[in-house]
Protein backbone atom coordinates (compact mmCIF):
# COMPACT_ATOMS: atom_id res chain seq x y z
CA UNK A 1 0.00 0.00 0.00
CA UNK A 2 1.03 3.07 -1.19
CA UNK A 3 2.46 5.72 1.92
CA UNK A 4 1.91 2.21 4.24
CA UNK A 5 3.74 -0.55 3.70
CA UNK A 6 7.34 1.02 3.82
CA UNK A 7 10.12 -1.53 5.90
CA UNK A 8 8.95 -0.63 9.39
CA UNK A 9 4.85 -1.66 8.84
CA UNK A 10 6.21 -4.89 6.94
CA UNK A 11 8.99 -6.07 9.25
CA UNK A 12 5.94 -5.62 11.90
CA UNK A 13 3.78 -7.74 9.81
CA UNK A 14 6.06 -10.19 9.09
CA UNK A 15 6.83 -10.57 13.14
CA UNK A 16 3.13 -10.88 13.72
CA UNK A 17 2.55 -13.85 11.19
CA UNK A 18 1.88 -12.52 7.37
CA UNK A 19 3.67 -14.73 5.36
CA UNK A 20 4.56 -12.67 2.28
CA UNK A 21 4.89 -8.99 2.32
CA UNK A 22 5.26 -6.25 -0.85
CA UNK A 23 6.73 -3.03 -1.46
CA UNK A 24 4.01 0.07 -2.25
CA UNK A 25 3.93 0.20 -5.54
CA UNK A 26 6.90 1.91 -7.44
CA UNK A 27 6.45 3.67 -10.97
CA UNK A 28 8.93 1.84 -13.62
CA UNK A 29 9.43 4.88 -15.14
CA UNK A 30 11.16 6.51 -12.04
CA UNK A 31 12.79 3.50 -11.48
CA UNK A 32 14.57 3.68 -14.56
CA UNK A 33 15.34 6.99 -14.29
CA UNK A 34 17.05 6.05 -10.76
CA UNK A 35 14.40 8.98 -8.72
CA UNK A 36 15.96 8.17 -5.56
CA UNK A 37 12.76 8.57 -3.47
CA UNK A 38 11.43 6.05 -5.73
CA UNK A 39 14.38 3.82 -5.41
CA UNK A 40 13.65 4.44 -1.76
CA UNK A 41 10.70 2.53 -1.74
CA UNK A 42 12.90 -1.04 -2.39
CA UNK A 43 14.69 -0.38 0.54
CA UNK A 44 14.43 -4.14 2.38
CA UNK A 45 15.69 -6.03 5.46
CA UNK A 46 16.43 -10.12 5.65
CA UNK A 47 13.92 -10.56 8.55
CA UNK A 48 10.64 -9.30 5.96
CA UNK A 49 11.56 -12.66 3.27
CA UNK A 50 9.34 -13.49 1.61
CA UNK A 51 9.15 -9.92 -0.38
CA UNK A 52 7.78 -8.89 -3.65
CA UNK A 53 8.88 -5.61 -4.85
CA UNK A 54 5.36 -4.13 -6.93
CA UNK A 55 6.05 -2.17 -10.04
CA UNK A 56 3.35 -0.41 -12.13
CA UNK A 57 3.15 1.27 -15.91
CA UNK A 58 1.90 0.97 -19.59
CA UNK A 59 4.67 1.28 -21.27
CA UNK A 60 6.41 -2.99 -22.24
CA UNK A 61 10.17 -1.65 -22.62
CA UNK A 62 10.48 0.57 -20.13
CA UNK A 63 8.46 -2.38 -17.25
CA UNK A 64 11.36 -4.82 -18.69
CA UNK A 65 13.84 -2.64 -17.86
CA UNK A 66 12.49 -1.42 -14.37
CA UNK A 67 12.31 -5.28 -13.49
CA UNK A 68 15.47 -5.89 -14.10
CA UNK A 69 16.27 -3.26 -11.66
CA UNK A 70 14.50 -4.25 -9.00
CA UNK A 71 15.54 -7.79 -9.04
CA UNK A 72 19.00 -6.49 -8.58
CA UNK A 73 17.94 -5.02 -5.32
CA UNK A 74 16.99 -8.00 -4.25
CA UNK A 75 13.55 -9.39 -3.96
CA UNK A 76 12.36 -13.02 -3.48
CA UNK A 77 9.79 -12.16 -6.66
CA UNK A 78 8.02 -9.07 -8.19
CA UNK A 79 4.74 -8.32 -8.74
CA UNK A 80 3.04 -6.28 -11.58
CA UNK A 81 0.48 -3.67 -10.15
CA UNK A 82 -2.75 -4.07 -12.58
CA UNK A 83 -5.00 -3.04 -9.92
CA UNK A 84 -4.52 0.76 -9.42
CA UNK A 85 -7.70 2.77 -10.17
CA UNK A 86 -6.63 6.11 -9.52
CA UNK A 87 -6.60 8.34 -11.98
CA UNK A 88 -3.09 9.36 -12.85
CA UNK A 89 -2.33 5.59 -13.14
CA UNK A 90 -5.09 4.12 -14.84
CA UNK A 91 -6.27 6.86 -16.98
CA UNK A 92 -2.95 6.57 -18.21
CA UNK A 93 -2.85 3.17 -19.49
CA UNK A 94 -0.93 2.32 -16.34
CA UNK A 95 -2.62 -0.04 -13.48
CA UNK A 96 -6.49 -0.94 -13.85
CA UNK A 97 -6.14 0.61 -17.38
CA UNK A 98 -4.41 -2.19 -18.41
CA UNK A 99 -7.98 -3.76 -18.26
CA UNK A 100 -8.86 -1.44 -21.41
CA UNK A 101 -6.16 -3.06 -23.19
CA UNK A 102 -5.68 -6.59 -22.73
CA UNK A 103 -2.85 -7.20 -25.66
CA UNK A 104 -0.56 -4.90 -24.26
CA UNK A 105 -1.53 -6.27 -20.38
CA UNK A 106 -0.27 -9.55 -21.87
CA UNK A 107 2.69 -8.16 -23.11
CA UNK A 108 4.24 -6.26 -20.35
CA UNK A 109 3.58 -9.11 -18.61
CA UNK A 110 5.58 -11.11 -20.52
CA UNK A 111 7.86 -8.44 -21.24
CA UNK A 112 8.62 -8.53 -17.11
CA UNK A 113 8.46 -12.29 -17.26
CA UNK A 114 11.76 -12.09 -19.72
CA UNK A 115 13.54 -9.45 -18.13
CA UNK A 116 14.29 -11.85 -15.14
CA UNK A 117 14.96 -15.24 -13.57
CA UNK A 118 12.30 -14.24 -10.11
CA UNK A 119 8.88 -15.27 -10.34
CA UNK A 120 6.27 -12.83 -11.57
CA UNK A 121 2.99 -12.34 -9.91
CA UNK A 122 0.08 -9.82 -11.39
CA UNK A 123 -2.16 -8.14 -8.96
CA UNK A 124 -5.32 -6.98 -11.10
CA UNK A 125 -9.28 -6.38 -10.66
CA UNK A 126 -12.34 -7.62 -11.22
CA UNK A 127 -12.88 -5.69 -14.52
CA UNK A 128 -12.95 -2.00 -15.65
CA UNK A 129 -16.73 -1.62 -14.58
CA UNK A 130 -20.01 -4.02 -13.13
CA UNK A 131 -20.67 -4.11 -17.54
CA UNK A 132 -17.12 -4.80 -18.51
CA UNK A 133 -16.09 -7.81 -15.74
CA UNK A 134 -13.39 -9.77 -17.88
CA UNK A 135 -11.25 -11.24 -15.36
CA UNK A 136 -12.38 -14.96 -17.12
CA UNK A 137 -10.52 -13.64 -19.94
CA UNK A 138 -7.45 -11.92 -18.46
CA UNK A 139 -6.68 -14.54 -15.53
CA UNK A 140 -6.25 -17.73 -18.20
CA UNK A 141 -4.13 -14.87 -20.62
CA UNK A 142 -2.07 -13.81 -17.39
CA UNK A 143 -0.96 -17.22 -16.87
CA UNK A 144 -0.25 -17.87 -20.73
CA UNK A 145 2.18 -14.59 -20.26
CA UNK A 146 3.69 -16.39 -17.34
CA UNK A 147 2.60 -15.11 -14.61
CA UNK A 148 3.26 -17.32 -11.51
CA UNK A 149 0.28 -16.23 -9.58
CA UNK A 150 -2.59 -13.64 -9.54
CA UNK A 151 -3.73 -11.88 -6.70
CA UNK A 152 -7.31 -10.24 -7.78
CA UNK A 153 -8.75 -7.62 -5.87
CA UNK A 154 -12.36 -8.78 -5.99
CA UNK A 155 -13.79 -5.21 -7.07
CA UNK A 156 -13.84 -3.52 -10.65
CA UNK A 157 -11.73 -0.20 -11.43
CA UNK A 158 -14.74 1.83 -11.22
CA UNK A 159 -15.41 0.58 -7.69
CA UNK A 160 -12.31 2.05 -6.31
CA UNK A 161 -12.30 0.38 -2.52
CA UNK A 162 -16.15 1.15 -2.10
CA UNK A 163 -18.71 -1.25 -2.11
CA UNK A 164 -18.68 -5.32 -1.36
CA UNK A 165 -15.69 -6.92 -2.87
CA UNK A 166 -17.73 -10.19 -4.65
CA UNK A 167 -15.35 -13.39 -4.11
CA UNK A 168 -17.90 -15.26 -5.66
CA UNK A 169 -15.53 -15.11 -8.74
CA UNK A 170 -12.65 -16.89 -7.28
CA UNK A 171 -14.11 -20.45 -7.64
CA UNK A 172 -14.60 -19.29 -11.39
CA UNK A 173 -10.82 -18.02 -11.94
CA UNK A 174 -9.46 -20.68 -10.34
CA UNK A 175 -11.49 -23.40 -12.78
CA UNK A 176 -9.69 -21.55 -15.43
CA UNK A 177 -6.03 -21.42 -14.35
CA UNK A 178 -3.62 -23.77 -13.19
CA UNK A 179 -1.69 -20.99 -11.25
CA UNK A 180 -2.15 -20.10 -7.65
CA UNK A 181 -5.09 -17.26 -7.18
CA UNK A 182 -4.74 -15.02 -3.98
CA UNK A 183 -8.35 -13.22 -2.73
CA UNK A 184 -7.91 -9.76 -1.93
CA UNK A 185 -10.82 -7.16 -0.73
CA UNK A 186 -12.20 -7.05 2.86
CA UNK A 187 -10.52 -9.80 4.62
CA UNK A 188 -10.63 -7.89 7.60
CA UNK A 189 -10.99 -10.29 10.45
CA UNK A 190 -9.62 -13.56 11.32
CA UNK A 191 -12.99 -15.00 10.27
CA UNK A 192 -13.38 -13.30 7.01
CA UNK A 193 -10.00 -15.01 6.22
CA UNK A 194 -11.51 -18.21 7.47
CA UNK A 195 -14.82 -17.76 5.48
CA UNK A 196 -12.96 -16.77 1.70
CA UNK A 197 -10.65 -20.09 2.11
CA UNK A 198 -13.88 -22.03 2.50
CA UNK A 199 -16.23 -20.31 0.56
CA UNK A 200 -13.52 -19.96 -2.41
CA UNK A 201 -10.98 -21.98 -2.46
CA UNK A 202 -8.41 -19.40 -3.14
CA UNK A 203 -4.58 -20.61 -2.40
CA UNK A 204 -4.09 -17.23 -0.34
CA UNK A 205 -5.93 -13.65 0.76
CA UNK A 206 -3.87 -10.40 0.62
CA UNK A 207 -5.01 -8.21 3.95
CA UNK A 208 -4.57 -4.63 3.48
CA UNK A 209 -6.45 -1.86 5.26
CA UNK A 210 -6.81 -4.25 8.12
CA UNK A 211 -3.44 -4.91 8.59
CA UNK A 212 -3.70 -1.18 9.06
CA UNK A 213 -5.92 -1.06 11.61
CA UNK A 214 -5.29 -3.88 13.57
CA UNK A 215 -1.62 -5.18 12.90
CA UNK A 216 -2.38 -7.64 15.12
CA UNK A 217 -4.48 -9.62 12.38
CA UNK A 218 -1.96 -11.45 11.00
CA UNK A 219 -1.17 -13.03 13.86
CA UNK A 220 -5.00 -13.66 15.43
CA UNK A 221 -5.56 -15.37 11.95
CA UNK A 222 -3.52 -17.73 12.54
CA UNK A 223 -4.29 -18.59 15.96
CA UNK A 224 -7.72 -18.65 14.44
CA UNK A 225 -6.92 -21.09 11.97
CA UNK A 226 -4.92 -23.09 14.77
CA UNK A 227 -7.17 -23.21 17.19
CA UNK A 228 -10.53 -22.02 15.94
CA UNK A 229 -10.07 -19.12 18.29
CA UNK A 230 -7.99 -16.36 19.62
CA UNK A 231 -7.17 -13.56 21.78
CA UNK A 232 -6.56 -10.31 21.12
CA UNK A 233 -3.38 -8.19 22.10
CA UNK A 234 -2.84 -6.84 25.12
CA UNK A 235 -1.89 -3.03 25.83
CA UNK A 236 1.32 -3.97 26.72
CA UNK A 237 1.83 -5.83 23.58
CA UNK A 238 -0.10 -3.19 21.31
CA UNK A 239 2.47 -0.78 23.23
CA UNK A 240 5.31 -2.60 22.90
CA UNK A 241 5.01 -3.62 18.98
CA UNK A 242 3.66 -0.04 18.57
CA UNK A 243 7.34 1.08 19.69
CA UNK A 244 8.95 -1.40 17.50
CA UNK A 245 7.28 0.37 14.82
CA UNK A 246 8.18 3.29 15.62
CA UNK A 247 11.79 2.35 15.88
CA UNK A 248 11.82 1.17 12.58
CA UNK A 249 10.34 4.05 10.90
CA UNK A 250 12.67 6.70 12.61
CA UNK A 251 15.87 4.19 11.19
CA UNK A 252 14.49 4.88 8.06
CA UNK A 253 13.74 7.74 8.07
CA UNK A 254 15.25 9.95 10.87
CA UNK A 255 13.32 11.14 14.37
CA UNK A 256 12.96 14.41 12.44
CA UNK A 257 11.08 12.83 9.38
CA UNK A 258 9.92 9.56 11.38
CA UNK A 259 7.60 10.15 13.96
CA UNK A 260 5.08 12.88 12.06
CA UNK A 261 5.30 10.47 9.05
CA UNK A 262 4.29 7.24 12.01
CA UNK A 263 0.96 9.11 13.28
CA UNK A 264 -0.92 7.54 10.51
CA UNK A 265 -0.44 4.15 12.71
CA UNK A 266 -1.38 5.35 15.80
CA UNK A 267 -5.18 4.80 15.41
CA UNK A 268 -4.62 1.08 14.92
CA UNK A 269 -2.45 0.31 17.97
CA UNK A 270 -4.66 1.52 20.04
CA UNK A 271 -8.77 1.50 18.54
CA UNK A 272 -11.12 0.75 21.04
CA UNK A 273 -9.03 1.02 24.10
CA UNK A 274 -11.00 3.70 26.71
CA UNK A 275 -8.99 6.97 26.49
CA UNK A 276 -7.31 6.07 22.98
CA UNK A 277 -8.91 9.54 21.39
CA UNK A 278 -7.08 11.47 24.14
CA UNK A 279 -3.88 9.51 23.16
CA UNK A 280 -4.06 9.68 19.89
CA UNK A 281 -4.65 13.77 19.82
CA UNK A 282 -1.95 14.05 22.38
CA UNK A 283 0.53 12.09 20.71
CA UNK A 284 -0.19 13.93 17.29
CA UNK A 285 2.04 16.99 18.52
CA UNK A 286 5.04 14.85 20.02
CA UNK A 287 8.19 14.86 18.21
CA UNK A 288 10.67 12.61 20.22
CA UNK A 289 11.10 9.10 20.66
CA UNK A 290 11.03 9.27 24.54
CA UNK A 291 8.35 11.02 24.54
CA UNK A 292 6.02 9.26 22.34
CA UNK A 293 7.37 6.23 24.87
CA UNK A 294 6.84 7.77 27.95
CA UNK A 295 3.41 8.64 26.79
CA UNK A 296 2.09 5.67 25.85
CA UNK A 297 4.01 3.66 29.15
CA UNK A 298 2.32 6.17 31.30
CA UNK A 299 -1.36 5.96 29.39
CA UNK A 300 -0.89 2.34 30.68
CA UNK A 301 -0.54 3.07 33.70
CA UNK A 302 -3.68 5.40 33.89
CA UNK A 303 -5.42 2.05 32.57
CA UNK A 304 -4.46 -0.89 35.37
CA UNK A 305 -5.41 2.34 37.63
CA UNK A 306 -8.60 2.60 36.02
CA UNK A 307 -9.16 -1.07 35.81
CA UNK A 308 -8.07 -1.44 39.69
CA UNK A 309 -10.31 0.76 40.78
CA UNK A 310 -13.51 -0.63 38.96
CA UNK A 311 -12.15 -4.01 40.48
CA UNK A 312 -12.54 -2.48 44.27
CA UNK A 313 -15.94 -1.12 42.81
CA UNK A 314 -17.30 -4.08 41.66
CA UNK A 315 -16.39 -5.38 44.76
C1 LIG B 1 -3.71 3.68 1.29
C2 LIG B 1 -3.76 2.57 0.28
C3 LIG B 1 -2.71 2.38 -0.59
C4 LIG B 1 -2.73 1.35 -1.52
N1 LIG B 1 -1.66 1.16 -2.33
C5 LIG B 1 -1.61 0.05 -3.12
C6 LIG B 1 -0.44 -0.26 -3.87
O1 LIG B 1 0.57 0.46 -3.82
N2 LIG B 1 -0.46 -1.39 -4.62
C7 LIG B 1 -1.54 -2.22 -4.68
O2 LIG B 1 -1.51 -3.26 -5.34
N3 LIG B 1 -2.67 -1.92 -4.02
C8 LIG B 1 -2.73 -0.82 -3.23
N4 LIG B 1 -3.85 -0.57 -2.50
C9 LIG B 1 -4.99 -1.49 -2.60
C10 LIG B 1 -4.90 -2.62 -1.57
O3 LIG B 1 -3.73 -3.38 -1.78
C11 LIG B 1 -6.09 -3.57 -1.67
O4 LIG B 1 -6.17 -4.09 -2.96
C12 LIG B 1 -7.42 -2.89 -1.34
O5 LIG B 1 -7.30 -2.02 -0.24
C13 LIG B 1 -8.49 -3.95 -1.03
O6 LIG B 1 -8.07 -4.82 -0.01
P1 LIG B 1 -8.55 -4.66 1.53
O7 LIG B 1 -10.05 -4.76 1.55
O8 LIG B 1 -7.86 -5.79 2.25
O9 LIG B 1 -8.10 -3.32 1.99
C14 LIG B 1 -3.86 0.48 -1.60
C15 LIG B 1 -4.93 0.69 -0.72
C16 LIG B 1 -4.89 1.70 0.20
C17 LIG B 1 -6.06 1.89 1.14
Redesign the pocket.
Known sequence: ?????DVSFRIIARRMGADAV?????SSEAIIRSIAKQLKKMTMLEEERPLAI?I?GGDPEVMHEAAQVSEAAGPDFL?I?C??WVKNVAGKGA?AGLLKDLPRMAKMTKAVVDAVKLPVTV?T?LGWDKEDINILEVAPMLEQAGAAAL?I???TRSQG?SGE?DWSWIPKIKQRVSIPVFL?????SPEAADRAFRETGCDAV???????SNPFIFRETKEFFANGTYTQASLDERITLCLQHLQHSIELRTEHRGIPNFRKYYLGYFKGIFGAATLRRELMSIESYAEVEDKLWKFADTVRQREGSALITAA
Request: glycine share 8%; with cysteine.
Open positions: MEDVTYTEFIQYDNGCGKRTHCRHANGDVNMIARAAI
